[in-house]
Nanobody, 125 residues
Framework: QVQLAESGGGLVQAGGSLRLSCAASGLTFSSYTMGWFRQAPGKEREFVAAISWNGGRTDYTNSVKGRFTISRDNAKNVVYLQMNSLKPEDTAVYYC??????????????????WGQGTKVTVSS
């Protein structure tokens, strides 16, 4: 079965960096759009970033543009989220997700087929 396993979360001070990883198995990884969503306490899950099957297209939510970078290694079946200049408002559980195709719906969590269990990121002020 499909498994997405996130890692790399933790506690970091504001201004610091973290790199999240998501290892995928059970799917043809190089055919899938991969994304990151996050959910802060008491808030709805929100789109963070997405990357097309070959890395040729990426999208970000406005609040992370210029600070976060999504990338992938299709040889290793891994997608990354490099997070720099972290802010307390980035505190959330971060989820890795995958879907086929790429389009306007990439921003919607309902458009994704597979989800990881999440990794917690806490940014202290």
């Amino acid at each position: 079965q499909v498994q997405l396993a996130e890692s790399g979360g933790g506690l970091v001070q504001a201004g610091g960096s973290l790199r999240l990883s998501c290892a995928a198995s059970g799917l043809t990884f190089s055919s899938y759009t991969m994304g990151w969503f996050r959910q802060a306490p008491g808030k709805e899950r929100e789109f963070v970033a997405a990357i097309s099957w070959n890395g040729g297209r990426t999208d970000y939510t406005n609040s992370v543009k210029g600070r976060f970078t999504i990338s992938r290694d299709n040889a290793k079946n891994v997608v990354y989220l490099q997070m720099n200049s972290l802010k307390p408002e980035d505190t959330a559980v971060y989820y890795c997700t995958g879907r086929t195709g790429y389009g306007a719906s990439v921003y919607r969590d309902t458009a994704y087929d597979y989800w990881g269990q999440g990794t917690k990121v806490t940014v202290s002020s």
